[in-house]
């Protein structure tokens, strides 16, 4: 058996066309892994930094009670990233909107702040999960790509073997290296996706604390601030 069968370029002019297929599927999900993790990591690291920088901006203006400089200095556009700034300019502006307003004695603007927060919690949230399910995907279905593929090129070994009248594993060792390299390469592709989904998901987890925390330090302010202006 010629041992440049057993390359890569070799395996690839021996593979059918099902198998190159298959090959080709689980290099577009690398390739597409590949990137949707280096922008998340790239977004989450300047929406820690950022969110920094806003938590240490946004609470002495708030305890001297600069209500309009805290949510100007939450809407910089060099924080669009942090979602600190988004959750604190939401609840923010609507305290500060419905203070404004000749509103019915019964009207709680502590819940009309903190309704304005969840609902930025949770857009934000979703925007950071954004990805994350067709990382889940290829993560789940790689493996059954790669063994999808390891089976026809089993089945066309042994056809081979059958069409040739030889037997012997010589007869099917360069089919068989060929298609177990589909599952390898399936697996390639699902380990790292696996990896990094857990990784992104429990960075996300750590955002929502930081948010959680964030959001009941401003509803405090919010009814200190309702108390001070009865």
């Known amino acids: 058996m010629d041992a440049s069968h057993f390359t890569l370029m070799g395996m690839w002019a021996q593979m059918g066309l099902i198998a190159k297929a298959v090959v080709i599927i689980l290099a577009i999900m690398s390739i597409w892994s590949t990137g949707f993790a280096i922008e998340r990591l790239w977004r989450f690291h300047k929406a820690k930094k950022e969110s920094l920088q806003v938590a240490l901006g946004v609470t002495p203006l708030l305890k001297q009670h600069k209500l309009e ?34 509103l019915p004695p019964d009207f709680d603007i502590v819940e009309a702040g903190k309704r304005a927060i969840e609902r930025e ?36 070994s042994f ?47 750590r955002f929502n604390v930081e948010m959680s925390n964030a959001s009941s330090e401003l509803v405090d302010y919010f009814i200190k601030n309702a108390a001070r202006g009865r």
């Open 69 to 102: 400089e805290a949510i100007k200095f939450a809407k910089d556009k060099k924080f669009r990233h942090s979602h600190l700034a988004r959750v604190l300019s939401a609840g923010l502006t609507e305290f500060q909107y419905e203070s404004s307003q000749d």
């Open 121 to 156: 919690t949770l857009m934000t949230t979703a925007e950071m999960k954004k990805g994350l399910g067709n990382l889940a995907t290829i993560s789940t279905t790689a493996p059954f790509i790669g063994l999808f593929g390891t089976v026809i090129g089993i089945i066309n």
């Open 159 to 205: 056809r081979g073997m059958a069409a040739s009248g030889s037997g012997g594993l010589g007869a099917v060792s360069a089919g068989i290296a060929e298609a177990l390299a589909a599952t390898a390469l399936g697996l390639a592709v699902a380990i790292p996706a696996v990896w990094l989904y857990n990784y992104f998901l429990n960075k996300i987890e």
